[in-house]
C-alpha cells in the first residue's frame, strides 16, 4: 500500500491556516471517481512529514465561475480540509497529533485510501502491535471504512458513553461488551439499571428474585443512609448500638450486650480485645437485635457503671426504631439483603461475583447484575450499586486485578453516581464507590464505561479521569460544554455534529486518539430491549 499514489492525485495545497489547509484541484474529475469529497480523507505529501487531513468543504474556483455551463464540463475547484494527523513520510504508522508541522504550499494532495484510514485508526493508542482491537463501527462518512479500535485505548483510562434518550447509549454498551467478549478474555460486569439486557446470552443475577446483598458486607455510613438516624439524639446511639452487638458476637456473650446496672469494665476490656473487628466499618453483626440493643443503649451513664433506664433518651429513638422495623420487616428488603430467612434459591452477590471472577471460571466473561426490581425508597438502588461497587474497589486496591483487568458497564449511571444531593442530610457520607474507582482504579486494572444521558450527572472529580467519550445526540448546550472541557482533543467544528447525529452515530473522542472520529456504530447482535413503544389510535 503506498501512502502517495501518483493515480489517487488531487491537487496542491494553495494555502495555509492553523490547523487547516486550502487544496487547489485542477480537475474536477477527481469527484467523479467519488475521491476528495466531503467527510473525505486526503494525504498530503509534504517531505520528511506526511499530513492526513478531513475534507470541509468544497467549492468553485473564483476565477472560473464564469465558464462553467453544464455539470459535464471541466472546472477546477478549491477546497478546505482540517489537519488531523502527521506521520513520518518513511514510516507512515508513526503517527502523532498534528502539533507544529505544516505543508508547504504547493504540496501534493492525493485521496486516501480506507485501508489506510483503518491502519491509522487501529495504531491509535496501541503500545506494542499485539495489543488487540476490537471492531465498533464504520465512519458515518462512509460506511466502508470500518473502525477497529485497541481495547486499551477504549478502556485503559475509563470510558463515557453519553448522549440524550434514544440516541444509543445502551446499544453502544451491548455492542461494546459483544466485541471485548468476543475478541479477548476480559470479564466485565454489567450493572443493569432498567433490566434491558435480557437478550445477553451471558450469567444473569437479578437482585431480589434470585439474589441478594449480604447486609453483613455493608458499610456502617451505607446503613446510616438506609436507616437516616438523625443528628446528635439518634446516631451515637445507633454506633454504640452496632459496637456493642458487635462485642456480644465476637465475645459470643449472648445476643444482645446487657448495659443496665452493669459496670463498664468487662464492655472497656471487650472493646480493647476486639477493637480492630469492632471499628472495621462493616455491619456484621446479628442486626435482628438491633433494636433490643438501641433500647439497652438508654440507660444512664456513671463513670464507672451503666445505671437505670433513661426514658428521655428511649423516647428520641423512637422514629429510628420505626424505620428499623419497617426495613427489617419488609419483605422486599429482606430479600436484597438477606436480613433474615433468606430464600433457599437465593445466592449471595458476593459470592456470585467471587465464582465469576475465579480464574479456573472461564466459560462467562460477562455478569449481569439486573437492578430492575430494586426499590428506590431507602435509596436502596444507589446504595446496593454502591456497595457492591465498595466491594469491588477494596478487591482493586488488594491488587485482585492486576494481572487480569476487569471492565464495570454502568448503564444509567446517573442513577448511581453522585447521589449526594438525593441524600438530605449533608451529615452522612456520600455513596461514592464509584467515584473512587474512576479517581483511583486505573492503575489497579479496575476499568468504568458509564452510560448517562447527561454528562453533568458524572461528578467533576470522576469525569476529569474519564480518557473516551463515546457521544451520541447531544442537544444541551451545558452537556456539550462538559465534553469540550473534558475532552480537549475535540474541536468545536467537530462537536456542531453532535445535535444532529442519528440514532446509533456517535463521536469518539480520547487522549489516546489523535484525531475524533464520527462513527455509526454496528448493531449488536443481541441489542437490548430498548425500542420505543409506539402511540396506537
Ligand atoms: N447502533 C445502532 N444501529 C441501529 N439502530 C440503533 C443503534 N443504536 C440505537 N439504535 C436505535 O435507537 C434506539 C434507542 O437506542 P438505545 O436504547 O441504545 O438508546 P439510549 O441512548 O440507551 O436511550 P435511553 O437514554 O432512553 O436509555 C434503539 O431501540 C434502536 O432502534
Ligand atoms: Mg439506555
Redesign the pocket.
Known amino acids: 500500500m503506498k501512502t502517495f499514489d501518483k493515480d489517487s492525485f488531487l491537487g496542491f495545497v494553495s494555502k495555509i491556516e492553523a490547523g487547516y489547509i486550502d487544496i487547489y484541484f485542477p480537475s474536477s474529475e477527481v469527484f467523479n471517481k467519488g475521491r476528495g469529497q466531503v467527510g473525505g480523507f486526503v494525504v498530503i505529501d509534504g517531505g520528511q512529514f506526511g499530513f492526513l487531513a478531513r475534507m470541509d468543504s468544497l467549492n468553485l474556483h473564483k476565477q472560473e465561475n464564469e465558464i462553467i455551463k453544464d455539470s459535464s464540463s471541466q472546472f477546477s475547484v478549491s477546497g478546505r480540509a482540517e489537519i488531523l494527523l502527521v506521520f513520518e513520510t518513511k514510516n507512515p504508522d508513526n503517527v502523532q497529533k498534528t502539533a507544529f508541522q505544516y505543508p508547504n504550499i504547493g504540496a501534493q494532495v492525493f485521496s486516501c485510501s480506507d485501508e489506510q484510514i483503518q491502519k491509522y485508526i487501529e495504531s491509535f493508542g496501541k503500545k506494542t502491535p499485539q495489543e488487540i482491537c476490537i471492531p465498533l463501527?464504520a465512519f458515518v462518512s462512509s460506511g466502508s471504512i470500518k473502525c477497529n479500535i485497541s481495547l486499551n485505548a477504549l478502556f485503559q483510562r475509563h470510558c463515557a458513553?453519553v448522549?440524550?434518550?434514544?440516541?444509543?447509549?445502551?446499544?453502544?454498551?451491548?455492542?461494546l461488551m459483544e466485541s471485548v467478549s468476543k475478541n479477548s478474555k476480559t470479564k466485565m460486569i454489567l450493572f443493569d439499571a432498567?433490566g434491558?439486557y435480557g437478550s445477553l446470552k451471558t450469567k444473569s443475577l437479578v437482585l431480589g428474585e434470585d439474589s441478594y446483598f449480604p447486609y453483613q458486607k455493608l458499610s456502617i455510613p451505607d446503613l446510616f443512609i438506609l436507616l437516616r438516624p438523625q443528628g446528635e439524639s439518634q446516631k451515637p446511639t445507633l454506633l454504640e448500638a452496632i459496637r456493642s452487638l458487635k462485642i456480644a458476637k465476637l465475645s459470643q456473650k449472648g445476643d444482645i450486650f446487657k448495659k443496665a446496672y452493669n459496670p463498664r469494665k468487662e464492655y472497656n476490656d471487650l472493646y480493647r480485645q476486639y477493637c480492630v473487628d469492632i471499628e472495621n466499618n462493616l455491619c456484621d453483626f446479628e442486626i435482628s437485635n438491633l433494636i433490643a440493643q438501641i433500647k439497652e443503649e438508654c440507660v444512664l451513664y456513671f463513670a464507672d457503671a451503666w445505671g437505670a433506664a433513661d426514658i428521655k433518651l428511649y423516647d428520641l429513638q423512637a422514629s429510628l426504631i420505626n424505620k428499623i422495623a419497617n426495613m427489617l420487616n419488609t419483605a422486599l428488603f429482606n430479600k436484597l439483603f438477606g436480613f433474615k430467612d433468606i430464600p433457599q434459591n437465593f445466592v449471595s452477590i458476593i459470592y456470585a461475583i467471587e465464582k465469576f471472577l475465579a480464574p479456573s471460571q472461564k466459560e462467562d466473561n460477562i455478569l449481569r447484575i439486573n437492578l430492575e426490581n430494586v426499590s428506590s425508597s431507602f435509596s436502596a438502588k444507589e446504595i446496593l450499586a454502591n456497595a457492591i461497587g465498595s466491594y469491588l474497589l477494596n478487591k482493586a486496591r488488594n491488587r485482585d486485578f492486576k494481572e487480569n483487568p476487569i471492565i464495570l458497564f454502568i448503564?444509567?449511571a446517573h442513577q448511581f453516581l453522585n447521589r449526594k444531593s438525593n441524600i438530605d442530610n449533608a451529615d452522612y457520607q456520600p455513596l461514592e464507590a464509584f467515584d473512587l474507582i474512576a479517581k483511583e482504579c486505573r492503575k489497579f486494572g479496575l476499568f468504568l464505561c458509564l452510560?448517562?444521558?447527561m454528562p453533568r450527572d458524572i461528578p467533576e472529580g470522576a469525569l476529569s479521569q474519564i480518557g473516551t467519550f463515546i457521544v451520541?445526540?447531544l442537544i444541551n448546550e451545558r452537556d456539550k460544554a462538559v465534553i469540550e472541557n473534558a475532552a480537549s482533543s475535540a474541536g468545536k467544528d467537530i462537536l456542531s455534529f453532535l445535535p444532529s447525529l442519528?440514532?446509533?452515530?456517535?463521536l469518539l473522542i480520547g487522549i489516546d486518539f489523535q484525531m475524533p472520529l464520527l462513527l455509526?456504530?454496528?448493531?449488536?447482535q443481541n441489542?437490548?430491549?430498548?425500542?420505543?413503544p409506539i402511540l396506537k389510535s
Open positions: 463501527g458513553v448522549g440524550t434518550t434514544g440516541g444509543g447509549k445502551s446499544w453502544t454498551l451491548a455492542k432498567a434491558e448503564d444509567e452510560a448517562t444521558q451520541h445526540r442519528g440514532a446509533g452515530e456517535a455509526k456504530i454496528d448493531k449488536p441489542p437490548p430491549h430498548s425500542d420505543t
